[in-house]
């Protein structure tokens, strides 16, 4: 059984840059797709990036550019590197872990974690 258990939220100023970080119990992120996504209050949840198991990502368009997703397979860690935060990254950010298709699509993605916040003020 895979077990996710993200970090590294917290709150920061419009412009500035925060990474959280998903640890993975039960399997190695190097045999698996692994993604982020977000939800903030009232907004349904939507795909932030994924990475495959061959290192190859993908990016929603409102994020391309300034957040970078990448793993460490050494450590059994995803990561999700966020520049130039906007108030609308405000959100509880989610590593999720499929078998499945690596898309932006939460439908494929069967294990999650918790969640971390994230708050970009202005």
């Known amino acids: 059984q895979v077990l996710l258990v993200e970090s590294g939220g917290g709150s920061v100023q419009a412009g500035g840059s925060l990474r959280v970080s998903c640890a993975i119990f039960g399997y190695t992120p190097s045999n698996i797709c692994m993604g982020w996504f977000r939800q903030a209050p009232g907004k349904e949840r939507e795909g932030v990036a994924t990475?495959?198991?061959?290192?190859?990502?993908n990016y929603a368009d409102s994020v391309k550019g300034r957040f970078t997703i990448s793993k460490d397979n050494a450590k059994n860690t995803l990561y999700l590197q966020m520049n130039s935060l906007k108030p609308e990254d405000t959100a509880m950010y989610y590593c999720a872990a499929t078998f499945g298709r690596c898309v932006l699509d939460a439908s494929p993605f069967g294990t999650w974690g918790r969640g971390t916040q994230v708050t970009v003020s202005s």
């Open positions: 990475i495959d198991e061959y290192g190859t990502t």
